[in-house]
Structure formats: C-alpha cells, structure tokens
C-alpha cells in the first residue's frame, strides 16, 4: 500500500488516493470520491498510479 499526497504552500499535506498492489496489479482509490468510480487501475506500478493523478491536476 502507498499514498499519493499532495502539498500546497505551507499547508499540510493531504492525501489523494490510496495506491494497493492486488493480484492483477496496482489499483488506486481516490480518497475524496466514495463511489465505485473512485478506483482506477491496474496499473504496472505505484508510479504509474501516480501519473494518473498527477496529470489531470496539473492540465
């Protein structure tokens, strides 16, 4: 398991999403969307999770 966070400023850092390792891959659940649309994935890696948070926010 891993978390993506984000950091703005001073502020504290807040958690987006939750990265878990399952049998078919890397999965990510948003932790501000509490559907089933909040998972996303598989993906090959943590980090590939993490490049689809990332870029929608930084568009």
């Known amino acids: 398991m891993a978390f ?4 703005s400023g001073s502020l504290q850092p807040r958690r987006i999403a939750t990265v878990y390792l399952m ?3 890397w999965h990510a659940k948003s ?4 559907t089933r649309h909040a998972w996303t994935g ?4 943590p980090s590939d999770a993490l490049a ?3 870029l929608p926010i930084n568009a």
């Not at 993506?4 to 950091?7: A, D, E, S, T």
């Open 31 to 34: 932790a501000t969307l509490h």
């Open 23 to 25: 049998t078919d891959g």
């Open 42 to 45: 598989p993906f090959a890696s």
């Open 52 to 54: 689809s948070f990332v």
């Open 4 to 7: 993506i966070m984000l950091g």
